[in-house]
């Protein structure tokens, strides 16, 4: 399995990078994956309002893990993945093999697995958290969407892409050609991926089985207490009385807004960011199973073989064999 780790927050520097570790080259703001590698192409395209897209529409011989390192530069992109895959046996939520549209932030690690001979077509949005506030500061809606942006939430994370969106996208994968005509082309479909991506957010969390009651101060608290939970996976999980000194509220209180606004109860939610983290450092193949199993947490490696089986339905150990 071949690794990508990047930490470029400009799209233009990120597909020279992927030109150099496929062994291809740009020409214009395009490469063509080489066909020891598999088939297909990754485009850069600068649009005029300051957003940056990549449209990536190809299908790798090789197991592929992209990782995207954290860093301080706080962008956002808006990512949407069309992927074709033969097994839908399987209802894994954490599958990354699905069709959906995510949000993620540079401030944070991410990782996508391109499974070889898969079909992948990803469009990504890169938006500057400039550009986002001031976009944002001139709609109405933004006391919900700025709570979403604050949070890693697991319950509006991920959306899945219905047939509207992968209309839109078809059509972005259509124009071809290096000409204005068709970066406007695009430039209007992005904003239409933007548009629709946020108004359905809105609708979702404002809706009343998702409507969260919490003051202000509440919520910022609860965002300490967020990275509190996840900050070291090496030592046990905070107990929920010193969460909830944290937060300044009773342990009651906490279960509850937390439920509310991360979707899951406290330790759920901890112990699906940890084994998450589990994947992605076994993914890489840099690590055995006991490292992994030690560095969040497992001194009984049986223990942890269990609790990644549970969590997805593969033993630790299955993510080693896929050279």
């Not at 080489?34 to 300051?50: F, V």
């Not at 697995?113 to 976009?135: C, H």
């Not at 319950?155 to 005509?181: A, G, H």
């Not at 919490?214 to 509190?228: K, P």
Request: aromatic letters at 12%.
């Amino acid at each position: 399995m071949q690794t990508f780790e990047y930490t470029h927050t400009n799209f233009e520097e990120l597909l020279k990078y992927f030109a150099k570790n496929f062994n291809s080259k740009v020409k214009g703001n395009k490469i063509i994956i080489p066909e020891d590698k598999g088939n297909g192409y990754i485009k850069y395209i600068s649009l005029a309002n300051s957003l940056q897209v990549l449209i990536s529409n190809y299908t790798l011989k090789q197991d592929t893990l992209f990782q995207r390192k954290k860093t301080q530069d706080a962008f956002f992109i808006l990512r949407f993945e069309d992927i074709s895959i033969e097994d839908t046996s399987k209802n894994n939520e954490d599958d990354q093999s699905k069709s959906i549209a995510v949000l993620t932030s540079t401030k944070f690690d991410w990782m996508f697995y391109a499974k070889e001979n898969t079909p992948v077509r990803t469009i990504n949005i890169l938006l500057s958290k400039q550009w986002l506030d001031n976009f944002l500061d001139t709609e109405k809606r933004t006391e919900y969407i700025k709570k979403y942006l604050s949070l890693k939430i697991s319950s509006f994370n991920y959306e899945s892409l219905d047939s509207e969106y992968k209309r839109i996208m078809n059509e972005m994968m259509q124009c071809n050609d290096d000409t204005p005509f068709e970066h406007l082309a695009i430039a209007n479909r992005a904003m239409l991926l933007f548009e629709r991506f946020f108004t359905r957010i809105y609708n979702k969390i404002n809706n009343e089985t998702h409507q969260v009651k919490v003051s202000e101060d509440d919520f910022q608290r609860l965002v300490i207490v967020e990275a509190e939970l996840v900050k070291d996976f090496s030592e046990p999980a905070p107990g929920i009385p010193k969460l909830a000194r944290m937060a300044a509220m009773s342990s009651s209180k906490l279960k509850m807004i937390f439920r509310d606004i991360y979707g899951l109860p406290i330790y759920q939610y901890y112990q699906k960011h940890r084994m998450n983290k589990a994947k992605a450092m076994l993914l890489s193949q840099k690590y055995t199973v006991r490292e992994v199993g030690e560095s969040i947490g497992y001194s009984n490696l049986s223990n942890f073989a269990k609790a990644f089986k549970k969590s997805f339905d593969q033993l630790p150990s299955d993510l080693l064999h896929m050279d």
